[in-house]
C-alpha cells in the first residue's frame, strides 16, 4: 500500500486520537499533513511536535498565542480560526480526509472535501444527518466518496463487500441501550450528569456520550445509513444488543444474514475506513472464542427512549426537519451538561423546536445554515 496522506479534522477528540494512536504504530503507511482543533492547544503542541504536519489549525482565536509560543520556531504552519477549516478539507495532496469534529460544525468541511473530490472517512455522522442528501449529489457530481467510521455503519459496510445491493432486504443497526437501559421512567427522572456519562461499552467525546444516553445516537445513526447506503427507511431497523459484539447485521433477501463482530473499539472501524476495500494489521483485542460468552438482544423502548422516535419521525418528514433535530439536540445535550435542564427535558426541547420551526424550504447550503441558528437560538429559550 502507498503512504497515503491524511488531514484530520478535530485531532484532540475521542476518534482523533485513536486515528493517531493507529498512525503512530503504522508510519510507512500513514502520514499525517493537517491536524485541527477547537481550544486544547495544549494537546494540539503535542501533537504537532510529535507528527510534524505540514499545517496545524486551531479554531479557537484566543489561545493562538499560548501555541505560537509553546512552539516556537517549528516548521508547521500555525492557522487559525474555524474559516480555515474548508482550506484543510481541500488540501491538494490529501489523500484522505478524517473527518471527527462534533456537530453541525462538521458538516461544511464534509462538502467541500466531497466537492474537491477527496476521499473522506466520515466519523462525524451528523453530516450526513442534516445534508445526506445534498451530500449524495455531490458524490454522484464529483467522483469525492465516504467511508463511514461510525462501528455499526462500518459493520454494515463490511457485510455488504461482494454483495448485491438490490438484495439487501435490512439493515439491522444494533445499539447497547446506554447506561439507563434497565432503570425505570421513574428512576430516570433523576439521572444526573455524572450517570449519563457512564457509558458502559465505549469511551467517547461528550456529546455522543449524551446522545448514546438518550439513544438519540441511535436515532441518527438510522438516519445516516437511509443515506450512505441508499436505503429507505423502512427497510432499517435498530435493535438493543447490551455486550456491543456484534456492530449491525444484514439481512438478504434469501433469509439469509450476515453480522460484524469484534471486541469493542473504534480502531477497528477507524483504520478500516483508512485502508478500504482493503485490511490492515491492528494490535487490538480479539474475542476469546473459547470462553463462554452471551450475546442477547431486545427490542427499543421507544416510550422509554423517545429521542430515537423523534429522530425517525424527522427522517421521515424529511426536508430541514432532521437538520432541526440536530440542532436542537446539540443545544439540548449542552444545556444538561451544563446543568441547567435535566435529562428528561431533552426531548421535549427537540420537539418543540421540531413543531415549531418550518421543515418544507428547499434544502441548500444557505437554508441549512439558516435552519440550524434558528433552531439552536429556540432550543436555548425552552
Ligand atoms: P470529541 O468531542 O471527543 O472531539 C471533537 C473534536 O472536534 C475535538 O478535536 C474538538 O477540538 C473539535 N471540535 C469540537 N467542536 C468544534 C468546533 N465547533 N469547531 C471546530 N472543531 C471543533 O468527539 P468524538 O467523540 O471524537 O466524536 C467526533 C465525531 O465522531 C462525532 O460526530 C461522533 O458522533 C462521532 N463518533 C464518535 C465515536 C467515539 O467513539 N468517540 C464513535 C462513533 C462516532
Ligand atoms: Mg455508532
Known amino acids: 500500500m502507498d503512504q497515503k496522506n491524511i488531514v484530520i479534522l478535530g485531532s484532540t477528540g475521542s476518534i482523533g486520537e485513536q486515528a493517531l494512536e493507529i498512525i503512530r504504530e503504522h508510519p510507512e503507511q500513514f502520514r499525517i499533513i493537517a491536524l485541527t482543533c477547537n481550544s486544547n492547544w495544549q494537546k494540539l503542541a503535542d501533537q504537532v511536535e510529535e507528527f510534524n504536519p505540514k ?95 461510525d462501528s455499526e455503519h462500518s459493520a454494515m459496510l463490511q457485510c455488504l463487500v461482494g454483495e448485491p445491493r438490490e438484495r439487501i432486504e435490512k439493515l439491522v443497526i444494533t445499539a447497547s441501550g446506554g447506561p439507563f437501559r434497565t432503570w425505570t421512567k421513574e428512576e430516570m427522572r433523576d439521572i444526573t450528569v455524572e450517570d449519563a456519562l457512564n457509558h458502559p461499552n465505549w469511551s467517547m467525546g461528550d456529546k455522543i456520550t449524551i446522545d448514546s444516553a438518550t439513544m438519540m445516537n441511535k436515532g441518527l445513526e438510522i438516519i445516516e445509513a437511509h443515506w450512505l447506503f441508499d436505503m429507505p427507511l423502512s427497510k432499517i431497523e435498530a435493535v438493543v444488543h447490551p455486550q456491543s459484539i456484534i456492530h449491525s447485521v444484514v439481512t438478504f433477501t434469501d433469509g439469509s444474514s450476515k453480522a460484524q463482530l469484534g471486541p469493542p473499539t473504534m480502531k477497528v472501524p477507524i483504520l478500516y475506513a483508512l485502508t478500504y476495500p482493503n485490511r490492515y494489521i491492528l494490535d487490538a483485542p480479539r474475542l476469546d472464542w473459547q470462553t463462554a460468552f452471551d450475546l442477547t438482544f431486545e427490542p427499543v423502548d421507544y416510550d422509554k427512549f423517545k429521542c430515537i422516535q423523534l429522530a425517525i419521525e424527522a427522517a421521515e418528514e424529511g426536508g430541514l426537519a432532521p437538520a432541526i433535530l440536530n440542532a436542537a439536540n446539540e443545544v439540548a445535550v ?49
Open 55 to 149: 499545517y496545524a489549525l486551531l479554531c479557537d482565536e484566543e489561545s493562538v498565542s499560548a501555541l505560537r509560543d509553546r512552539l516556537g520556531n517549528v516548521q508547521t504552519e500555525i492557522l487559525v480560526g474555524t474559516d480555515e477549516l474548508p482550506d484543510l478539507a481541500t488540501l491538494d495532496d490529501a489523500d484522505i480526509i478524517l473527518n471527527s469534529l462534533v456537530g453541525f460544525a462538521g458538516f461544511r468541511p464534509t462538502v467541500e472535501a466531497l466537492r474537491a473530490g477527496k476521499k473522506v472517512a466520515l466519523a462525524n455522522k451528523e453530516s450526513l444527518v442534516v445534508g445526506g442528501g445534498l451530500i449524495n449529489e455531490l458524490i454522484k457530481d464529483k467522483r469525492g466518496w465516504l467511508v463511514p467510521i
Open 334 to 382: 449542552d444545556r444538561f451538561l451544563n446543568k441547567e435542564i435535566t435529562y428528561i427535558d431533552i426531548p421535549g426541547i427537540i420537539e418543540t423546536c421540531l413543531n415549531d420551526l418550518n421543515h418544507n424550504e428547499t434544502i441548500s447550503l444557505d437554508s441549512l445554515k439558516n435552519i440550524d441558528l434558528k433552531a439552536r437560538r429556540l432550543a436555548q429559550t425552552i
